[in-house]
């Protein structure tokens, strides 16, 4: 399994970014999917997840309202769109395939990342 983000740029404060992530498998449907998000000197942070059909979707409390989390299951893919973005949002935005629920999934494969750099 394979997993590679796009999308990531510098952009102002305020903008919006939209980030694909396409999985490479022939079983992504079962699969829960979740953004990540390390920033420089700093551990990873949980920023959204997304359960195998759409249906449920959690986010952390720092992207709640300005980020959406939503896959396309023919496409293999996972979109994270990313609103009002803030200075604080600069990281490398990573996307995890898993397993068990969207709350604490089991994550089982990882993508390289893409940055994000948000401007003040």
């Known amino acids: 399994v394979q997993l590679v983000e796009s999308g990531g740029r510098l952009v102002q404060a305020g903008g919006s970014l939209r980030l694909p992530c396409i999985v490479s498998?022939?079983?992504?449907?079962?699969?829960?999917m979740a953004w990540v998000r390390q920033a420089p000197g700093k551990e990873h942070e949980f920023v959204a997840a997304?359960?195998?059909?759409?249906?449920?979707?959690y986010y952390a409390d720092s992207v709640k309202g300005r980020f959406n989390i939503s896959r396309d299951n023919a496409k293999n893919t996972v979109y994270l769109l990313m609103n009002s973005l803030k200075p604080e949002d600069t990281a490398v935005y990573l996307c995890?395939?898993?397993?068990?629920?969207?709350?604490?999934?089991?994550?089982?494969?990882w993508g390289q990342g893409t940055q994000v750099t948000v401007s003040s």
């Open positions: 997304i359960s195998w059909n759409g249906d449920s979707t």
């Open positions: 498998t022939r079983t992504f449907s079962p699969f829960v």
């Open positions: 995890a395939a898993g397993v068990g629920s969207i709350t604490s999934p089991v994550y089982n494969h």
